[in-house]
């Protein structure tokens, strides 16, 4: 937290009129400055400043704020680094409350780490424009789609080349490690490195501050895949980011409303034909970390997709992720256009007044909710009337308490043929658990019948491992792509699976009722986890939800790497002893064999269906938030005392179960109960 005493010094020692004035042309008109508002389109100013006040109004739009607002809403800056910003201008130093000096050290190198990486990845975007200005194939299939040179030049579009070592001229060392931390080259199991991108046109993706921290590949000849983007670097995450947003920002303030499209061609396409409040998911299905931000950007969202099979299952899956966010003051829409058409193609063959017409008819999503739900039973039976209701009870249930559920809550309950009481007297006889994706389906796996949860019933719509539902992970932080146990509107679930949306699985994982998985866990290369994890090894028993205490171990490993870096046979032997930690000590084995320290390059090193991929995923949004901790040792110190604690207390209740009979039975259980006493002195929490 930034001292409320600092903000109110900063702001006595900046003039908004300096910072404004960096991006809006301002004049005298009377006691306060005029300008044309950078927040919206106009033609005569209604944008003042005011030096006496230290704000600035817009009597057109209604944008008001100081300084510190200001950078917010027109650079995407986050409210420290407005701060901070600021701050800096002036030559102040933002204090840093309660931090130690291990702590300030890891921010510190965080920082540095960042710095590094957005400096490889500016060097070889300035490397992807000179190829392009002496690539005449690459502009000639860019003129082929439509796009002008400046259209390229306000999107940075470049050329990756045809060299397999091409970044090897712009770096004086191939061999730099970085180079693979930020995505730019792979490195092979033998050792020998290459180019990441080439023969593709380039498409920077750039954060809500507008820098630079990936790139997306669009192959302009034959190949796969079509698309490529950089993989999970500390800078870039394809579940948190929309390629576009940044150079949307203000056409989207203009126009009211974002919209949302497919692929980095829709959004360059739309933009060419004068549509340049467009933005695109980078190859992942929507999530809940990307509504919140386009929620951010603007209270109408619009999801265009294509109208086919996929595109009607990409709309399910973005109303999902919406679900959870609605609120009565935004308005969510979906566009479905004709299959053979995306919105590139659509608005090069019949204009942008055609598509902006589209706009205007788009669907509500409460009215894509209830018709796709009605399209998959027969609502002319009773049957086929309460198996709809049953699949919309958990979608009802992660809508949050507000007037729209109220009226989707009434309109389910005219379509299903209730009255509003006995549709309130329905969703309380069993309340439903909010809807929560599923995992993606294993690869080779073959789906096969229907699944059953743990009271006979469909299988619970949390996280699902083989059985083990961890529904402590909250659903808003997962990562979505590919996943849904409901079904697409052909009757198959959006994860591939048996219609209905519930599941079993054959080949890599094999389902018995509540859960199980064959198969030993195996190592190959030491470069990533292959298979499921037994129970038999720190696995998960019983109800088989994630226990807290694995969840906040994990959590701290991936907010703290560092820890990995001292962490002896010891700490593992103790780790083994603890109940539902195997995921614990595969992280720390995967760290300490692939060398990987954040969660972007550890979901690189990981098999993609692997358990711990997926619970990398799910806490992922969460490690990039979450502040570091004063003193993490003390910390990770404190919950493996707190592990070999319980687990000696187990053991001694087990010997005096047993009824101490030997001399070795006493020794053992005096053994323990000295440790446990020696634990509680070190100052066990």
Known sequence: ?????FIQDLLARVDVVDIVGRYVQLRKGGANLLGLCPFHNEKSPSFTVSPTKQFYHCFGCGAHGSAITFLMEHTGASFPEAVRTLAGSVGMTVPEENRSPRQQQESARRKAEESRHTQVLDAAQAHY??????????????????????????FGLGWSGTDRHGLSHVFPSYEDPVLVESGLVIESEDGRRYDRFRERIMFPIRNARGSLIGFGGRIIGKGEPKYLNSPETPLFSKGLELYGLWEARQAIRQEGQVIVVEGYMDVVGLAQQGIANAVATLGTATTPDHVKKLLRASDKVIFSFDGDGAGRRAAW??????????????????????????????????GAEAFRACLGDAVALSRFLLDELASRHNMDEAEGRASCLHEA????????????RVQIEREMA????????????????QP???????????????????????????????????????????????????????????????????????QQWQGKRDWKGKGDWKGKSDWKGGKGWKGRRDDDVGGFEGRRTMPSLAKRLLSLLLAHPELVDSMGDQQLEVIDHGPHLGLVRDLIMLAQSSGARHVGALLEAAEPDSDLATVLKGLRADILSQEDLPDPQTEWDDALRRIEFDSARAEMAKLAAAGLGTEEARKRYLELSSRMTVLKGAGLR
Not at 1 to 5: C, D, N, R, V
Not at 129 to 154: D, F, N
Not at 456 to 481: Q, V
């Open 393 to 404: 009870k958990p979608l009802l249930a992660a809508i949050p308490e507000c007037a729209l």
């Open 1 to 5: 937290m930034i001292p409320e005493s």
């Open 129 to 154: 424009l000179k190829q392009l200005r002496a690539s005449p194939a690459a502009i000639r299939y860019l003129k082929q789609r439509g796009l002008t040179g400046e259209i390229a030049a306000h």
């Open 414 to 429: 005219k379509l299903v043929q209730l009255t509003p009481e006995e549709m309130a007297q329905v969703l309380a006889q």
């Open 432 to 502: 439903a658990k909010p809807f929560a994706p599923g995992p993606r389906a294993a690869e080779g796996a073959q789906p096969t019948g229907q699944g059953q949860g743990q009271d006979g019933g469909p299988p619970d719509p949390g996280y699902d491992f083989g059985g083990h539902d961890f529904h402590d992970i909250p659903a808003e932080e997962s990562d979505y792509a590919d996943y849904g146990h409901f079904p697409s509107p052909d009757g198959e679930s959006a994860a591939g699976g048996a219609p209905g949306g519930r």
């Open 317 to 350: 899956r973005a109303l999902q992720a919406c679900l959870p966010v609605l609120r009565d003051d935004i308005a969510i829409r979906f566009l479905f256009l004709p299959s053979e058409h995306d919105p590139d193609s659509y608005v090069r063959e019949l």
